[in-house]
């Protein structure tokens, strides 16, 4: 396991059955493309990956071996709809351009071969570089130092840069480099992609590859390798497997030498692939481009916290991968479940991708936010065709949301389809982006659009019943209870999505009115203050009676199928409502509910853990708060769900950030004003981020007790701290006891 240290967390020494898991907390990207942390000297099949955003195919769908469980059975009434789908979207691996194999008087140098003197190994968040330093001795007591290091630049989607510092420590060997691309790769143990074309000459490589046929979309990847100071010739081959440049050259012993390759990698879907491209600027400068973007968009999204070594340096990581998930270029995809970490969860877009990865963007990068959201407006023609094929009005959006926007199967979820709250939920991202940054023309020229179509499919979804307007056969958030009626996650967004879109639409002088169906839609609310997660949630068993000698422990639907007859749930709905959405239910009591709600939770997604901190801060629960959070935050570190080698939990992670921000430093910006009621960690000495509102910076220092909010706003900006009004702008600070 990867030890915590103050400011990161390092791999001390090599363990073979740590590599795959390894490879996933060490993916480097800048969410154009990410790359797992597999090896420069040897990419073992299904550890290396190189993904680039939204670069998708299909491969068939290879069933774990776990029956449907019952409520498929029973709702799948037409069995041979359940057994059609044969094939799934997926990312698709790009061929594995780290290759750089060294040898030392012919002996090849493999983690795993001769005897590792020094092993650490470590991704430095504040650069996002990888950093690797070896000290290895061969068979013949050779002893050799390997400095290595890699990024993807931030400042460039397409550039990817590694080095390689090689110095002989007690002896003066032949050393021989061999750098270039392994063609091998596969997606899901399947060989999807093609070779196009390819060439190779001194030290430069180039592939041209087929990245599946279904949508054919096509790479281009070039490969530049150079050494210094030693004056080497290069050799360039390519055989079935491998495409490469090979040099060697007599060493000095105590003398540095530095292998630099530069990538430069481009799709079809942005670029073109058809020429290699070997123009390259060298490591160095590519890194200062690099630090000049990465380095602030890492301290926009820092949080600096003294006095919990552990606490800083996850929130440090998860950060850093929050930032490597989001493409802040282009709209073409959007974030992923596992962000480019990992093949699992296909690089579909998820409702994750609104409710949970959005909001550092919105508060941090702004710009980012804005190109998230673009994504769903790009599908938009597509979504009103998923609605009126379902024939319904407006726009449907996909739950599992691919290249096209049409509704794709996942493995493990086959009813996708019945989580029609990712309606409600890109409504919240596009009403969340515009309270935060007050940006009323993206909200006029796209944001009302989406809106108004995603409420007419409301509109048209909801149905009189009972006297009052019910959202009936749904999945709500957790689904452990699909096919329910008025899930509570539904019914209260839903509501609030449809008065928003009627406040904004008389904004903009539009006619549409959603007021009469937000009135009198049902949200529901027991007498004692308890919200029902769904139409008859209460009366279900409060336990969970296996049966079928179940032992899987994460999978999304455990073989017994009995949770639709039990309380016990996957990960919050209710909960969601209080914390995430700020949509505190009037009436209802929020500490009956937490304190309920909680221990019906089995938290087998991910997505529970940063909404528990939440919840148990906005109760007072620190010691509670705080176990959440670290769970948040090593979810991967501590493989807490087992299968952190299939890619980090990128909306999990992300949830550190926001749980800290919502949760500890208690911030909710409104519209007009913002709100805060801070729940310090008791131990914690000091918290100190910023985040941006309406275009100004602010910055929160919470430290001995005090509470200090400064910004660059020239406009004074409306706060209610603890329930009481204060004022700040660049001449005003405010600070406050907590
Ligand atoms: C969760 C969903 C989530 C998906 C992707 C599932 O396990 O239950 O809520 O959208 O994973 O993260």
């Not at 195919?57 to 290879?62: P, T």
């Not at 996850?314 to 959007?334: K, M, V, W």
């Not at 379902?390 to 049409?406: I, L, P, Q, T």
């Not at 979820?413 to 990712?422: D, V």
Request: hydrophobic share 35%; proline share 3%; aromatic share 14%.
């Amino acid at each position: 396991m990867l030890k915590a240290t103050s400011k990161r967390f390092i791999e001390e020494e090599y363990h073979i059955e740590d590599e795959a898991l390894n490879a996933s907390l060490f993916t480097t990207g800048n969410g154009y493309i990410g790359v797992r942390g597999s090896f420069e000297e040897y990419g073992s099949l299904r550890i290396q990956g190189a993904y680039i955003r939204g670069v998708i195919d299909e491969i068939i769908e290879v069933m774990e071996p776990f029956p449907d469980n019952e409520y498929m059975k029973k709702y799948y009434i037409d069995e041979d709809k359940l057994k059609e789908f044969e094939y799934q979207d997926s990312v698709i691996n790009n061929p594995d351009f780290l290759l750089i194999r060294i040898s030392i008087d012919g002996e090849t140098f493999y983690p795993w071969e001769g005897k590792l003197i020094f092993w650490e190994r470590y991704i430095e968040p504040e650069t996002a570089r990888l950093v690797r330093n070896v000290r290895w001795e061969n068979s013949k007591g050779d002893i050799t130092d390997f400095a290595f290091e890699r990024f993807s630049s931030y400042a460039d989607d397409h550039v990817y840069c590694l080095k390689v510092k090689i110095t002989p420590v007690n002896h003066s060997k032949r050393v021989e480099v061999m750098s270039g691309i392994d063609k091998r790769v596969k997606t899901g143990g399947q060989k999807i992609t093609s070779l196009l074309s390819e060439s190779v000459k001194e030290n430069m490589t180039y592939v041209h590859t087929l990245m599946g046929k279904k949508y054919g979309f096509e790479t281009g990847i070039t490969t530049v390798t150079n050494i210094s100071p030693a004056q080497v010739k290069w050799n360039g081959k390519s055989e079935d497997g491998l495409i490469y440049n090979i040099a060697g050259f007599e060493s000095e012993k105590g003398r540095e030498y530095t292998v630099e390759k530069c990538v430069h990698i481009v799709s079809s879907r942005e670029g073109d692939v058809s020429v290699p491209h070997e123009e390259t600027l060298g490591y160095d400068e590519y890194f200062n481009r690099h630090m000049e973007k990465y380095g602030k968009a890492f301290e926009m999204a820092d949080i600096h916290i003294s006095g919990d070594e552990k606490a800083d340096a996850g929130i440090r990581f998860a950060n850093y991968h929050s930032l490597i998930s989001a493409s802040h270029t282009d709209s073409i995809h959007s974030v992923a479940a596992k962000g480019l970490t990992g093949e699992r969860y296909n690089d579909f877009v998820w409702w994750d991708c609104e409710v949970y990865q959005l909001p550092i963007f919105i508060y941090t990068a702004p710009e980012t936010a804005k190109k998230i959201l673009m994504y769903r407006y790009r599908l938009l023609e597509q979504s009103k065709k998923n609605a009126c094929e379902a024939g319904f009005k407006g726009a449907k959006y996909a739950f599992c949301s691919s290249v096209e926007g049409d509704e794709r199967v996942w493995i493990y979820a086959r009813h996708p389809f019945m989580q029609i709250h990712i309606n409600a939920d890109i409504a919240w991202g596009i009403i969340h982006y515009y309270t935060v940054t007050g940006d009323i023309d993206f909200l006029r020229d796209y944001g009302m659009e989406m809106l108004t179509e995603l409420c007419e499919f409301w509109k048209s979804r909801v149905e009189w019943h009972n006297g009052r307007y019910e959202i009936r056969c749904v999945t709500g958030t957790d689904e452990h209870h699909p096919y329910v009626d008025n899930d509570a996650y539904t019914n209260y967004l839903v509501k609030f999505v449809l008065d928003k879109v009627t406040e904004y639409a008389k904004m903009f002088g539009m006619e549409n009115d959603y007021s009469e169906i937000a009135d009198k839609l049902y949200q529901p609310l027991d007498k004692n203050g308890m919200i029902p997660q769904f139409d008859g949630y209460f009366d279900l068993s409060r336990s969970l009676e296996e049966a079928g000698g179940n032992n899987a422990v994460n999978f999304q639907m455990k073989s017994s199928g009995l949770y639709h007859k039990s309380q016990i749930i996957k990960q919050p709905d209710v909960m969601l409502l209080y914390s995430y959405l700020n949509i505190n239910p009037e009436n209802s009591d929020y500490a009956a509910n937490w304190d309920y709600y909680e221990k019906m939770c089995e938290s087998s997604s991910s997505l529970s853990f940063a909404p528990h901190s939440i919840c148990s801060a906005d109760n007072g629960r620190m010691l509670s708060a705080y176990n959440y959070l670290i769970e948040t935050a090593y979810i991967d570190v501590y493989d807490i769900h087992k299968c952190g080698w299939q890619g980090v939990h990128s909306g999990c992670l992300v949830g550190a950030w926001y749980a800290v921000f919502r949760g500890i430093a208690g911030i909710v910006c409104r519209e007009k004003h913002i709100e805060i009621n801070p729940h310090m960690m008791p131990w914690w000495e000091k918290v100190e981020f910023s985040f941006m509102y309406h275009g100004a910076k602010f910055s929160v220092l919470m430290k001995n007790g005090e509470y200090t909010l400064t910004t660059d706003s020239k406009d004074e900006v409306k706060v209610i701290f603890n329930g009481n009004k204060a004022f700040v702008s660049s001449e005003k600070t405010m600070t406050k006891s907590m």
